[in-house]
């Protein structure tokens, strides 16, 4: 059975991940949701304007109401600044897993951060919620991700091909998962 907690801080040794603000919107523009690349590979749509990032921030703050909702800003400890965000954007109580999704601001990029926050959100899952298996997936064409899935330890499953359509091409879409008994 899961232990529903919410969404709490969590300290690594070089990020703070807590819950969004609303004043994390011009780093949000500035860093990553702004930027076509970061949100390409994310699969998400890019937010240009201060509005659309408030409404963004009004789904992920109304929805901390919820003790099932799991989304962390990612914020660098050095600058305080929010670089990215990560998530279990489904928890599936049933059958006691929970899918982690993530990304990181360009300029924050191949410096281990996005590992780092992975590992702990992991850990989080198996230690504070119960989860007996944490997946995560990346787009075939995303190379990095896939480095930081495999450094958190996580095996790979399997591919959906052809899952993802964008800008006219179709874009496989690749399964990895760990046990709570092989983490750490």
């Given at each position: ?21 609303y ?16 949100q ?9 304007t ?6 963004l ?12 909702y ?27 897993f ?18 780092e926050?992975?590992?702990a959100?992991?850990s ?11 997946q ?20 790979y499953?399997?591919t ?5 359509y964008?800008e ?5 879409r690749?399964?990895y998962?760990?046990?709570?008994n092989?983490?750490?």
């Amino acid at each position: 059975m899961l232990t529903h907690v919410g969404t709490c801080k969590i300290e690594t040794e070089r990020l703070s991940l807590r819950r969004f603000l609303y004043s994390d919107d011009e780093d949000m523009l500035k860093y990553w949701v702004s930027d076509p690349d970061v949100q390409f590979m994310y699969a998400e749509p890019v937010y240009t304007t201060k509005q659309e990032v408030k409404e963004l921030l009004n789904k992920y703050i109304s929805s901390y109401e919820k003790e099932n909702y799991y989304r962390w800003a990612v914020i660098l400890k050095e600058t305080n600044e929010c670089i990215g965000q990560i998530a279990y954007f489904l928890v599936d109580s049933k059958n006691h897993f929970g899918e982690i999704e993530y990304c990181i601001g360009s300029l924050f990029q191949r410096k281990g951060l996005a590992t780092e926050a992975t590992k702990a959100v992991i850990s989080y899952g198996f230690d504070k919620i119960n989860l007996h298996k944490v997946q995560i997936c990346h787009k075939s064409t995303n190379t990095p991700s896939r480095k930081v899935i495999e450094k958190c330890g996580l095996t790979y499953e399997g591919t959906l091909r052809d899952f993802f359509y964008q800008e006219g091409e179709y874009i496989d879409r690749l399964y990895y998962s760990i046990l709570k008994n092989e983490f750490k």
